[in-house]
């Protein structure tokens, strides 16, 4: 639409007294410009698609309409609503009248609301969707059947309601991917068939279409642009995820940074999307998005490298012109308190969704205590912002004494790290740029971590730590010969939360039963742990059955 004809709408809607979410106004909009006005969009895990008997076994607590007009304050105009429909299907086929009752309800209170609304098969995808290379036409009927009974039902309702035809599709036992390919297709299709034969506002209703797996390799891809010409219908959406690069996003085989390789690999997947799909004239929703370590806690990745993290992605989509959808799954926005539980994590993603923010290579600077303290500088990633100033709380630092800048070198003074460490163990500076949202620099005082002799056993094994202000990045693990131990025996670098963990208020360091499952018995494991100060001590551990003992080297 050009500009004059936007304008013209902008002037209908002001004598006709509609407002941008209104029907009338979403089923004007163009393909893409719908998809534009679903950004930013929120993702409702783990309610729907929950594989029990209802909306709250996964943990999360009933939906409300409530619940819904607050995430609609928070900034979002879409939400995707997972919904997982096989625990729901009679033997005969048959949608359990309540449940999709229940569905409908949600959705109706989330488009009265204003929301654009997404629904789609979830995990039904792995439960019984995955064997289709086996059993084909059952899986085919109970698809087909699901689909049938949705249209129906929503067949008259907004078209700012979108159906996506299924969630990370993925086939088991298939010959590869030209059969994973040819299978993904025929769903596809076959829902495609299904909604546009339902009539009513199905006919013309946007339509998302995943690639296989939802992955955006080029292969995938190609794929579906294949199925995207082959249907030759305007009102496709194509969708992928995206989680990060992936020893980064989980925080294993050494990936606790957000490295030029976890960078390249952003870049690397926006850039095939502009390509496959976003030049061609093809919307794109990115359906799910964050880091998969976050499945556990959001501290399995350190704070400053996940934030430059979701400062690069919100970039990326806003320029690539994709509309995204944060998976929360209940880690993030706290349904019952109507709070973000990391407000500093959602400040960065919800400023991306505008500009862009200036970072730095940490966010920790760290201070030897009882050593000289000398001048320290940290690389700033103005990310095409200008550097201001620097604060401590509300005081404005003095460029000279306090601090430096060349080029993106910003040093701070003897005089004032002598002076920081006066305040505490911690004290947090904020780095300021000309937009976007400051940076905090946490100045840490610390001594080298110290462990002790400890023993347990391999479902209760802590060692006592002095952390001594320090935080734990990443641990090793190997035999005497030096082969890899434990999980991941193909990187000595250990799953961060998975095969240990810190406990800070506890003063220790836990080694999971994960781990040592995969541990030879009465082979000396030697860790290394790698804090982020730089700092690295050993550690030394024996399994005997159940029984572990740990040592200094």
Excluded: C
Excluded at 229 to 258: C, E, K, M, Q
Excluded at 283 to 291: N, Q, R, T
Excluded at 516 to 543: D, H, N
């Amino acid at each position: 639409m050009s500009r004059l004809l936007g304008r013209l709408l902008v002037l209908a809607l002001l004598v006709t007294g509609l407002s941008p979410a209104d029907p009338a106004v979403a089923s004007a909009r163009t393909p893409a410009q719908a998809v534009a006005a679903m950004q930013p969009g929120w993702n409702l895990g783990n309610t729907f698609d929950a594989t029990g008997d209802d909306e709250t076994s996964w943990g999360n607590p009933r939906v409300t309409r409530e619940l819904l007009a607050g995430i609609r304050d928070q900034g979002f105009n879409s939400i995707r609503i997972p919904v997982t429909w096989g625990q729901h299907l009679s033997p005969d086929l048959v949608l359990d009248p309540a449940y999709l009752a229940r569905v409908q309800e949600v959705v109706g209170w989330a488009i009265d609301e204003g929301f654009y609304v997404m629904i789609n098969i979830h995990h039904d995808s792995w439960q019984w969707i995955a064997t289709m290379p086996t059993d084909h036409d059952n899986v085919l009927n109970r698809y087909n059947a699901i689909w049938t009974q949705v249209a129906a039902a929503f067949r008259n309702v907004s078209p700012r309601l979108v159906l996506e035809s299924v969630n990370e599709p993925q086939f088991w036992g298939s010959s590869g991917d030209a059969e994973n390919y040819a299978l993904l297709a025929e769903l596809n299709t076959s829902f495609h068939r299904i909604v546009r034969g339902s009539g009513g506002g199905n006919a013309t209703r946007l339509l998302v279409l995943p690639t296989l797996h939802t992955n955006a390799d080029q292969g995938r891809l190609d794929a579906l642009t294949a199925e995207f010409a082959a249907l030759n219908d305007p009102n496709l959406i194509a969708t992928v995820h995206y989680y990060g690069y992936w020893p980064f996003s989980v925080n294993v085989a050494g990936g606790y940074r957000f490295d030029a390789t976890a960078q390249a690999d952003l870049l690397g997947t926006f850039e095939r999307l502009r390509t496959s799909f976003v030049n061609k004239g093809i919307p794109v929703i990115l359906g799910e998005y964050g880091l998969l370590g976050f499945d556990r806690h959001t501290g399995t990745i350190e704070q400053g490298e996940k934030l430059k993290f979701f400062e690069l992605f919100g970039h990326q989509a806003r320029t690539s012109k994709i509309t995204t959808m944060l998976w929360d799954n209940g880690q993030h926005f706290d349904r019952t308190a109507g709070v973000w539980r990391d407000t500093e994590l959602f400040g960065q993603i919800a400023s991306s969704w505008h500009t862009r923010s200036g970072t730095a290579a940490s966010d920790l600077l760290f201070v030897r205590r009882g050593a000289p303290v000398t001048a320290q500088t940290i690389t700033l990633n103005p990310n095409g912002t200008g550097f201001t100033h620097v604060r401590l709380g509300a005081a404005t630092l003095r460029r000279g004494p306090d601090y430096q800048v060349s080029g993106d070198q910003l040093t701070l003074s003897a005089g004032l790290l002598s002076r920081l460490q006066r305040y505490g163990q911690r004290t947090s500076l904020t780095l300021r740029f000309s937009r976007g949202v400051p940076w905090r620099l946490d100045v840490i005082s610390f001594d080298t971590p110290v462990v002790s002799a400890a023993t347990g056993t391999t479902t209760a094994f802590a060692l006592p730590t002095a952390f001594n202000g320090d935080q734990l990045a990443t641990m090793t693990a190997t035999y005497a010969d030096g082969t890899n131990a434990g999980p991941h025996n193909w990187t000595p670098y250990k799953e961060f939360d998975r095969a240990f963990a810190p406990d800070y208020p506890a003063g220790a360091i836990r080694l999971t039963p994960e781990f040592f499952a995969e541990v030879t018995e009465g082979a000396p494991v030697t860790l290394t742990f790698i804090f982020w100060s730089g700092s690295t001590v050993s550690y030394q551990v024996l399994r005997n059955g159940t029984s572990v003992t740990g040592t200094l080297p």
